[in-house]
């Protein structure tokens, strides 16, 4: 690469795994991918995603909670700070390793529990859709929405789930410790899960009973963090237009106009493809220069390379 260029990776899921052994296994081929770019002459700050992970602590902590009475139940925003811990612990344990492996050894890796400020008067609030934890029956339903004021809802037939807001964020409470981080050449991850939900009240933070969608936390990451790249990752090497049908088309490099037209024409699956290509273009159309990528972990050196992946830019 002709210059250093500051990237922000956004992991998926499948770049952690769904169980404590998978997650143990997958940070070591992610710490690779990230090392690869950071070889190539990269700055690289990494967020994720928590939705198995704050699943699994949301569950265990409801089960002590109703094994031992005098346990209140935990809220969602603790749930996700102990998934940023937990996913943090793995992953820089990881790349460190990676690291040093590769003689690289001047590259300290940190993780930052990452508050994110929504605002109380987001939409998302009146309209919770984001399911999380385990399936219940509509008895156990009942009581978790009289117990614990839970909104639950019946998920296709499999039984009931709860569902929480999803909020845009708004300001990244800890962006100056974590700029301050990237610059002095720390390897960073930040904004785990899309980061603790929570209001301002004067001067306390609050935490919120919702969840970020990490793509969207991503993206304001990358951009207060001056990003040249925002990678966003996914179970794909590139974005198509009439995904699944016989005139299905993998997309290369696209303009951020040629995504809205995508969009507005439903091409892209609400809740999977949708905010990831919508974080995409917001990144891209936030500043002269900067691109967005979308596609594989394994791909993502050659997607910076040009070699492939989709690429969004004004």
């Not at 909670?65 to 820089?92: F, H, K």
């Not at 492996?101 to 940190?110: A, E, F, M």
């Not at 009942?142 to 789930?161: C, P, Q, S, V």
């Amino acid at each position: 690469m002709d210059k250093k260029k500051r990237i922000v990776i956004a992991l998926g899921g499948n770049a952690l795994g769904n169980t404590l052994p998978e997650q143990m296994t997958a940070v070591k081929i992610t710490a690779k991918a990230i090392v690869d770019l950071i070889e190539e002459g990269c700055e690289v700050v990494v967020a994720h995603g928590n939705g198995p992970q704050v699943g699994m602590i949301n569950n265990a902590m409801s089960a002590l909670s109703r094994e031992d009475p005098s346990q209140p139940n935990t809220p969602l925003s603790v749930c996700v700070a102990m998934s940023q811990a937990y996913i943090g612990y793995d992953l820089q344990n990881a790349l460190r390793e990676e690291l040093l492996n590769r003689k690289l050894t001047d590259i300290p890796v940190t993780t930052m529990i990452t508050q994110i400020r929504v605002d109380a008067e987001d939409p998302a609030f009146n309209a919770p859709s984001k399911p999380i934890g385990h399936f219940m029956t509509e008895e156990q339903a009942k009581i978790a929405e009289e117990k614990y004021g839970y909104i639950m809802k019946e998920d296709a037939g499999r039984g009931y789930r709860r569902v929480v807001a999803s909020p845009k964020p708004a300001e990244i409470i800890e962006i100056g410790a974590i700029r301050s981080l990237v610059d002095s050449g720390q390897l960073v991850i930040a904004c785990g899960g899309g980061g603790i939900p929570v209001t301002l009240i004067g001067n306390h933070l609050k935490g919120a009973s919702a969840v970020i969608d990490k793509d969207f936390a991503s993206e304001l990451l990358a951009e207060e963090l001056d990003a040249d790249f925002l990678i966003i990752l996914t179970a794909v090497e590139k974005v198509a237009i009439n995904f699944g049908k016989p005139e299905e088309k993998w997309l290369d490099d696209i303009t951020t106009d040629d995504a809205r037209k995508y969009m507005d024409e439903g091409h892209f699956a609400p809740g999977s493809m949708l905010p990831k290509v919508q974080a995409a273009v917001k990144f891209a159309d936030s500043k002269d220069g900067r691109n967005a990528l979308i596609t594989l972990l394994e791909k993502a050196k050659e997607g910076i390379l040009g070699k492939t992946g989709t690429r969004i830019h004004q």
